[in-house]
């Protein structure tokens, strides 16, 4: 497993939490008083709390009371070559807590020429959103593209190398590769010869600015997943019904729901404030497709198109694609420096293995939230969401309402565009 | 897959051969070009002005006019590619970029602004701040414990700054030293006789008192002996709440306050309202070159600031 989970054992994870805090006491204390400086790590907390009314698909976050994502971060340059950052998450929902590590990471600071090299564990520059830590979001889940296709977001041990172009025009690429064990498709028997580096990502980023008040970016990602392809499902209903068990945990894992060999992102990001000044007003508009294809072994693609062709004779319903895909559209806009509105829909159109043939499965969200910022470092959220489906195991339409504070202490790392 | 995993392989490997070659390569294009332009990039439209007196010939990009809040700028692309091309950037220093610079400096992947020993300057380096706090904590709002970093108001610091920054100009740039070494001498003395120009007027204003918005023209009422008596922010960074402006109506009423006094970048709601029930005057000042029409560079600056505070100070005495 990737992730150290130390679920369901909740004891070993609060008695581990409470070492890691009392390990880093001395160091936050430090931290307040002489300046972060090259020696002089930068500790940061950051606290995210909420109650959500009902249970949502894929999310990380259970219905009741529970904590999100509620991190611990250390980082610093090593020295004036090498910059490190270490991120430990601690989630607790459903009863249930587990500590995991999202980012221990090296990077590259004086590579000359634009390049930077990046190791260690890490979030995957895919996409817009997958490199944004959960708590700068505007809405308490993520989009159902990440929580489908990226176990919520990708973060994985691998590498990174990437090169800015030295042009007016904002011009990013890059490439990685992972061990991806948390994009593997599933294996029902535990059987399976999976690659032990199975993720290798490309991307480029283009951006800009129009005039002095807006500015925009556009990206580019592929995603070659050597493990995602389903096996063909066995017959046995018992198995079945096992297998539905363990996909529901898989949901808490921050692994995949749904894997191919293809994936496919573009995104789209557009911000303007008045003047340019972000103080008082801003509005971000962003936008992700995410298409993930051949999501089946070559023999198992044979008989989902007989069984397609069948089904298409005898019945006109069933008809199943042969990729997944996902895309969102959002706006956020802070009227004042103390209030800002965001308004997100998304829609999944997944297809689920029964058996031996795929059912089409679709997932619509409205989410709309509303947020309240004391200052730049606490933040209360207000989230109505409306999602309806066909095809998923809570086939109804739902209404759930979440209440969220996030909040950071400590050194405040700088926001990503 | 094997094959694209060792091409990638291979192509790491060949990085790490080439590397002393590619290091070689970039002196090297870094001598034959040293016709080519300098590139400077600012935090802010002061430090844009005083690097166009001391280095005309280069290129100057600032990251943010005098209508944006230098506090809480985005780590946008088009800022990561400015300072991807940057010879120097030139910041105000003392944590006031702290939300912003780091995220560009990882982004921009350009080792020559990496810290101040190579191509990173930071104003505040260069002279003693004021108001500088031992014990910082979050309750008390968006304060700088290396002090006020809105330095750019005080005549005798922009000089030691003027001074050191052609340091640093020389010191990347060695083969230009003559031409900088000159445009200091040329600057200095033409700044000097403004200082003195500028103090007669200041002098005047000593004993005005004022209503202002955060701490952006601290250095300027330090030069002057005007008295902020009270802050529209009821704590650095935040905005004014109701509570806090009535509570100022109650002071302005009770006190010879000469008039509000507001940057250019921010929000003129509290101040109107306070204006309003209170009848003083708002003024508002440019945050720095740019800031209004006649703020061209650091010297109309200066002038514009002292004239649109004597015109309020003078009418107020009659």
Known sequence: MNNFHFFP??????????????????????????????????????????????????????????????????????????????????????????????????????????????????????????????????????????????????????????????????????AEVFSGDSLRAADEHGERDFDSTGVYTAFTKIGGDIGVESSWQLGFSYLRNENGQLTAEDHDEDEHEEEEHAEDEHDHAHSASYTGKNTYAADFVFKWAPNGNYKYQHLTLSAEYFRVSDFMLPELHDEHEEEHEHEEEHHDEGHAKDYHEAWYVSGVYQFSPNWSAGLRYGELDSQLQHEEHFDQQELKETELSLAWHNSHFSTVRLEFSHQSNVGFEQAENDNVITLQYVMSLGAHGAHQF | MLLLYNTLCLWGLTVRINFKLIISGVLFTLSSNAFAQFNIFTCEPEYAALAKELAPDARIYSATTAMQDPHQVQARPSLIAKMRQADLVVCAGAELEVGWLPMLQMKAANAKVRNTDLGLFFAADHVETLDKMSNVDRSMGDVHSQGNPHLHFSPPRILAIAKALTEKLIQLDSDNSRDYQQQLERFSSRWTLASAKWQETASKLSGMKVIAYHSSFRYLFDFSGIEQVADLEPKPGLPPTSGHLAGLLKQANNSDITAIVIASYQDKRGANWLAEKSNLPVIVLPLSVGGNEQSNDLFSLYDNVLSLLSQEYSAKKL
Do not use: C
């Open chain 1, 9 to 174: 054992n909740r004891l070993s994870a609060k008695v581990s939490a409470a070492l890691a805090i009392t390990a880093l006491v001395p160091m936050l204390s430090q931290a307040q008083n002489s300046m972060p400086t090259l020696s002089n790590p930068n500790v940061s907390v950051i606290l995210d709390g909420y109650y959500q009314s009902e249970d949502r698909l894929m999310t990380e976050r259970a219905e009741g009371f529970g904590l999100g994502e509620t991190e611990l971060a250390l980082s610093a340059n090593i020295d004036d070559m090498f910059y490190g950052k270490f991120t430990s998450v601690f989630e607790s929902h459903d009863g249930e807590s587990e500590v995991h590590l999202e980012e221990a990471f090296i990077q590259t600071m004086a590579l000359p020429n634009g390049f930077t090299v990046r190791g260690g564990r890490f979030l995957s520059d895919i996409g817009y959103l997958n490199n944004q830590h959960s708590h700068t979001d505007s809405f308490t889940s993520r989009p159902s593209a990440y929580r489908a296709f990226l176990g919520g977001h990708y973060f994985d041990d691998g590498l990174r190398v990437s090169y800015i172009a030295p042009t007016d025009t904002y011009w990013l690429m890059g």
